[in-house]
């Protein structure tokens, strides 16, 4: 029995272990891959406060360093379905099943990838998902970007702030955007945007050195040398498992101001819950909050 059980490894799951052990609370941190998150595999973190640089990996070792001094205990399991009996939580795992007071479900959100050969050597050594966490590395410099939705859209603009040029291209020949997006995306002189093009390889093996593209109308290829590219195609939050305890909203839970889901005793912080920004600072704000909610229910 623990007092509290976290479910994900990642910046706001590690935040709210460490407030939880800060006030002598028992916590086991139950984590499918590896501990930290996306943010391991960011090259540079220079948007923490108080850090002015720092691999995304050596930030998230720091994190777990921390707790784990602190005695978090961890396994690597994968959390296949949470029950609450009575005021007790039941997490079920691929190997176990263990009890808790409170659980917090902070296993993040994946990012859509292109399910081509290299994609995932390459991520961190050229490709990148985050415009705002590794956008600033590629100041004067011209950079590429994949999608057609807001998100896509709005890290063409912040990009085109610092950059030479964006080279953004989509697989239709339209935008999948709010109007106001798409206006100010036309009035940017170093945007150029390509309809229609499927990417179809990457180059490069320890790092990127370019794109391949096919015209999805003529199916002519056209081979790009970069050595970054920005994939901006959505995120895939895996919530399914808990929806008998949460409300969810295109897959995100639901939570209130505290990270209460609608289960008492329940929280979700970070990536997974539905949220406006999706920040490393931002994820451990969540855990931070809810770990001291979760004190409070405890007591």
Known sequence: MFDAIVVGGG???????????????SVLILEKENFGGQIANSPRLENFPSIKEISGLDFADQMF????ALGAKFELEDVSKIE??????????NY?????????????????????????????????????CDGPMYKGKEVYLIGDANTALQYALT???????????????????DAILVDRLKAKENIEVTHNMNLVEYLGKESLEGLVFED??????????T??????????????NFQDLVELEKGYIVTDDNMETKTKGLFAVGDTRKKTIRQCVTACNDGAIAALAAVKYLD
Do not use: W
Not at 216 to 225: G, L, P, V, Y
Not at 227 to 240: A, L, S
């Open 216 to 225: 999805t109308k003529t199916k002519e290829r056209r081979e790009f040398k």
């Open 96 to 132: 176990n099943t263990y009890e808790s007071k409170v659980v917090i479900i902070a296993n993040g959100v994946k990012h859509r990838l292109m399910n081509l050969p290299n994609e995932q050597e390459l991520i961190g050594n050229g490709i990148s998902f985050c415009a705002v």
């Open 65 to 68: 360093a921390q707790i784990d």
């Open 84 to 93: 609450k009996v009575g005021d007790i939580f039941r997490v079920h795992t």
């Open 159 to 177: 990009l085109a702030n610092y950059c030479t040029k964006v080279h953004m291209f989509t697989l239709f020949d339209k935008f999948f955007a």
């Open 227 to 240: 050595d970054n590219v920005f994939v901006c195609i959505g995120q895939i939050p895996h919530n399914e």
């Open 11 to 25: 910046p706001a799951g590690m935040t709210a272990a460490l407030y939880l052990l800060r006030t002598n609370k």
